[in-house]
């Protein structure tokens, strides 16, 4: 079961044992990590942050010399130097309070985690998720200033080969990478696209 699977999931331990919100932070690590994408007093947007763990990860990496607006539908308990905005992002009056939090300068960093409630069909999980990938995407090229760069959960399947060329169209360079947190089975993968092009 789910359950069983977590509690023998080293990750998940190793998060429990170093005081990280979610597994999901050591996804991130590796790569920012590998694309060297946090500087200090960067702005960035964790969309669908709930329970928190990436926002986490990057205002502790920064030592809290970053902006971090986190956003989901979800509540989330708060974070040392984290701004919380909870609703919709696709919202008028949420995407109004995201572009007043982050100024007139734009995003250096969007990161997305989203994925849909998994229902094992197929046919339904997929489009869900490419939807919120999709809608990942637009954002980011709303808020993002140029040369910012973009990380998002993906699944692999249909409508995945062309996202990746969607997004080539406004970054100078994308890649695709599975994390060595992603498990082996499942069709997770994060685009991370550099360089945004306005």
């Known amino acids: ?8 999931d080293p990750f998940v331990k190793q998060a429990r044992q170093e005081g990280w ?5 050591y996804k991130l690590k590796e790569i920012v990590e590998k694309e060297r ?19 986490q990860f990057v205002t502790e990496t920064l030592k809290g010399r970053a902006r ?8 989330m308990d708060s974070l040392p130097d984290v701004e919380f905005i909870q609703g919709d992002f ?8 995201i572009t007043e939090a982050i100024g007139n300068a734009g ?6 985690d989203m994925a849909p409630n998994i229902t094992g069909t197929r046919v339904v999980d997929q489009p869900r998720s490419m939807y919120l990938a999709e809608l990942a995407l637009d954002h980011a090229r709303q808020v993002l200033k140029p040369g910012g760069s973009f990380i998002c959960k993906v699944f692999q399947g249909e409508g995945f080969d062309a996202f990746v060329v969607d997004a080539r169209r406004s970054f100078e360079r994308v890649r695709v ?5 992603s498990r082996a089975g499942s069709r997770e993968v994060y685009l991370v696209a550099r360089n945004y092009q306005l």
Not at 1 to 8: A, L, N, P, T, Y
Not at 177 to 181: E, V
């Open 107 to 112: 995003a250096d960093l969007v990161i997305s």
């Open 21 to 25: 919100r979610s597994r999901a932070v």
């Open 177 to 181: 990478m599975k994390p060595k947190a």
């Open 90 to 97: 696709r919202d008028d009056e949420v995407l109004a309070a």
């Open 1 to 8: 079961s789910w359950r069983e699977r977590q509690e023998k």
């Open 37 to 55: 994408l946090l500087k200090p007093d960067m702005v960035c947007i964790d969309l669908g942050a709930a329970p928190g763990g990436w926002s």
């Open 68 to 75: 971090v607006i986190a956003v989901d539908i979800l509540p």
